[in-house]
């Protein structure tokens, strides 16, 4: 079983800059991969970004060049350095974690709110 929890989030200003955390507990495996999606209200969840534990990782496109997601083993924790913020980031953001082994788990947080907004 895996605990995920989100922090960092708040109210920032159009071109600013958050840096989410999501500390897991319980045992994260080398095959797990690691995540965040974003979902604003009436909308599905998507994914924003993923990392391996090989240090692998993934954007969607309108994110990319803007976040950074970035992940401590050693911590089991992760991270999303969010840059050059837009209105269109406004959503709660998830942190997942995805296990393929037979068949596939998804562990999710309880999400952190991002609004970006003057």
């Known amino acids: 079983q895996v605990q995920l929890v989100e922090s960092g989030g708040g109210l920032v200003q159009p071109g600013g800059s958050l840096r989410l955390s999501c500390a897991a507990s319980g045992t994260i495996f080398s095959i797990d991969v690691m995540g965040w999606y974003r979902q604003t209200p009436g909308k599905q969840r998507d994914s924003v970004a993923s990392?391996?534990?090989?240090?692998?990782?993934d954007y969607a496109d309108s994110v990319k060049g803007r976040f950074t997601i970035s992940r401590d083993s050693t911590k089991n924790t992760m991270y999303l350095q969010m840059n050059s913020l837009k209105s269109e980031d406004t959503a709660v953001y998830y942190c997942?974690?995805?296990?393929?082994?037979?068949?596939?788990?998804?562990?999710w947080g309880q999400g952190t709110q991002v609004t970006v907004s003057t």
């Open positions: 997942n974690v995805r296990r393929t082994l037979f068949g596939t788990v998804n562990y």
């Open positions: 990392i391996t534990s090989g240090g692998k990782a």
